[in-house]
């Protein structure tokens, strides 16, 4: 907390903003303890609630479970089974340069995603307020990425695709501007965060973009965050979107897709 201090009260209040959701996502899945402050406290103190991932309050569905009606992407890659987005390639026809899957119902700007993923190898994640580069190919996205391995280095932070590249790793609350980056709190060891993530198993990610703050919290944990500051090439709005990573063959797959716009 003394780093405080020196950050102004914008950056002091963004870190509490952070801070406070770190603790309701904590809180969503944790046992209740003996109430505080009466019966209506629920444990968590007067007024304060539980971030619920399953709680779809004010959120619409953006995937009717049955087809890929609203997105696009290569019909080669992407497919519906069993009310999931499936997203493979194969040793056969292996990608030779990151693709995406379009949301088209809108380009979001201060907003709330919800998604439960699974993947197999390699590398994907979840793209938003982006743009699309049809000079570099068709499908291909640059922009924010709320990012997902298989191996779970970088699962959880956020990253910049085609851009910046890496703005806040798991674990940091970082502040951008233009050609610096600053970590100004940590949320986590990188290690323990990293073992909340599950392997070959569905996970909830949530992402919260609202102004120049961007929060990623993945089973109930805050993974990463960032105030963008970098008015130059940081983005409010944009195209949302899954990746499939080039190289190896791999499967990436989607479900319980929930959108809110703030």
Known sequence: ??????????????????????????????????????????????GIEALAFDDHTGFESIFDGKTLNGWDGDPTLWRVENET?????????PLKINTFLVWRGGQPKDFELKVEYRINSTNSGVQYR?????????????????????????????YEERGRGFLALRGQMTR????????????GGGDDLKGLIKV????QLHII??????????????MAGAIDDDAKNRAMGGLLGFQ???????????????????
């Open 130 to 158: 982006s743009v699309e580069l049809p000079e570099v190919g068709k499908w291909v996205m640059k922009g924010y990425q709320a990012d997902i391995d298989f191996q779970n280095t970088y699962t959880g932070q956020l």
């Open 209 to 222: 973009a609202k102004g120049n703050s961007l929060t990623h919290i993945l089973n109930g944990r805050l």
């Open 85 to 93: 987005i499936i997203g493979e390639s194969t040793a056969e026809k």
């Open 176 to 187: 951008l501007q233009e050609g610096k980056k600053q970590v100004i709190a940590n949320l």
């Open 1 to 46: 907390m003394k780093k405080l201090v020196a950050i102004p009260a914008l950056f002091a209040a963004a870190f509490l903003t952070f801070q406070s959701i770190s603790t309701r996502a904590q809180q969503a899945g944790a046992p209740q303890g003996p109430p505080r402050g009466g019966a209506q406290a629920g444990g968590r103190g007067p």
């Open 200 to 203: 070959n198993d569905w996970n």
């Open 244 to 262: 499939m990573h080039m190289g190896p063959p791999m499967k990436v797959e989607f479900r319980n897709i929930w959108l809110k716009n703030l």
